[in-house]
Structures are given as C-alpha cells and as structure tokens.
C-alpha cells in the first residue's frame, strides 16, 4: 500500500496540558494571546490553555497591570504595548533581523512578493520579520506568528536539516498538507538535493512559497529566507534561484 492509499486519520484536537506554577500559567496565556491575530475572549483563553476561567481571569488582570496584556472595550485581551517592547529588545532576534532586512529588502523588489526572515521554534516555524506591498498576494502570516514547520517552505528548510524526526502527529492545514511520514521524508531530501524547499499550498490554498537556508557558524541553519505568493504567479526555478542567493549573501554578512 502506497502512501496516496493510506486511510487518513482525523486530526483529534489535543487538549492542553495545565501548566502547574503561576509563573508558567501567566507564560501560557501571554503565548495564547500572541497566537491569534486578533483579541481573544476570556473562554477562548482558557480553552487554549486549559485552564479554569477563574484562574485566567485572575492572572489575565494581573498581566493588564503589567502592561503585558490589553483589555479592549468588549472585554477581549491581546498582546500590551509592554510585551511588544520586551520582545524587540531579544538581542540575538534583533540582530538577525536587523542584519537581514537589506536582503529582505533586495528581494522584495525582485520579486514583488511577500518575503519572510524565519527561524526554527520547536514543531513551528517563527516569523521574525515580514515584508510584503500592494503588488503582493495577500497571505496569512505576519510578523511574530507561526506555522507548523512540515507545511512550510522555512520550515521544511529546518526539517531537512535536523537528525530528529517530526513528532508523529502532524496537523492538516489544506487538502495538499504532507502528513505521512513517508511524503514529509522524501519531500525533505529533495529539499537537501536541491538546496531550497518549497511550500504547494500545504498551509493556505492558491499560495506557495519557496525558502533557502542561512547559516552562521553552525552546520545547521539558524534561519531561512523565503519568497511567498499566488502558486499560478510564483516561477519556483526563478525565484528558487533568488532565493538562495539572498541566503547565500545573509550567511556571508552574519559569518563576518
């Protein structure tokens, strides 16, 4: 039996393991809140934790306090203006982008499309940087977000590159997301062969994505570069090749 004639299994929603100290509660509703695009309600973050509502609503006044976390008028909570500072003081993450952002730059003019700075955060995918114009495809990622690394250009791009297998049970995110091991596998070892990995619409349909490796000093990478953009006006070879030399002169100007 081939991988096309496996039966797929429904992706059972996993609930969340209740963190235990209050420190590691406050740091589950901050992730949660950073999670989605817009603001949440109190029952969708205790939902997405799993914690008790009283317990949310306790901990989520105390970080409105801080500053970490804003309550809007309707009562919804998002990321505070505190938090945002917090995480544009990371020196390593700043660095990065900040070194990146001409090459971003480059191939944003290139290609016209959106251009992703990524770098591997556990099973995700972490968007440092984003650049993207009114000639670009309108895509879901943003700055700071995620996506599961198997459904990714970037991602695959790290997966390819890590001894480690993915975890086992891999999300569905389209019709065309790799979620067998033997697809996911054979789809890296292209990725390795050719130097670049593709996304064909396994996180959104109609968009795919193309992203090259950048490397440090270490032999793994410690960020990719990507071009995003409609499947029918991204030229994979094209911009594949754009792609990896943006990469390819990012590793130079980090190795200096």
């Keep these: 039996m081939t991988d096309s004639q496996v039966p797929q299994v429904p992706q059972v ?60 008028p309707d009562g919804r909570y998002g990321i505070g203006l505190a938090l945002f500072v917090l995480g544009q003081s990371a020196p390593s993450a700043r660095e990065l982008r900040d070194i990146a952002l001409p ?3 480059d191939l944003y003019e290139a290609t016209g499309e959106n251009v992703h700075l990524a770098v591997p955060d556990g099973p995700d995918t972490l968007f440092l940087a984003k650049l993207t114009g009114r000639r670009a495809t309108p895509i879901v990622s943003r700055t700071g977000g995620r996506l599961p690394a198997h459904c990714t250009a970037t991602g695959k791009v790290f ?3 890590d001894p480690r297998p993915p975890g086992v049970s891999l ?55 990507s071009v995003t953009g409609g499947t029918r006006r991204l030229d994979m070879e094209r911009v594949g090749a754009r792609v990896c030399a943006a ?9 200096a």
């Excluded at 569905?172 to 670049?196: I, N």
């Design 13 to 72: 929603p996993q609930v969340p393991r209740v963190p235990k100290s209050v420190l590691a509660r406050g740091a589950a509703l901050l992730r949660a809140c950073g999670e989605s695009e817009g603001a949440q309600s109190l029952a969708e973050l205790a939902l997405r934790t799993g914690l008790p509502k009283p317990t949310a609503h306790r901990l989520l006044g105390e970080l409105v306090r801080l500053g970490l976390v804003e309550r809007g």
């Design 103 to 105: 090459f971003l730059g």
């Design 159 to 161: 997966l390819a590159h």
């Design 171 to 225: 999300p569905r995110l389209t019709p065309r997301t790799l979620v067998l091991p033997g697809q996911l596998a054979r789809d890296l070892a292209r990725t390795r062969a050719r130097g670049f990995g593709v996304n064909l619409e396994e996180a959104e349909i109609g968009i795919s994505a193309v992203a090259a490796p950048v490397y440090a000093h270490e032999r793994r990478p410690v960020a990719a570069l």
């Design 247 to 255: 990469a390819r002169a990012l590793t130079r100007a980090l190795s």
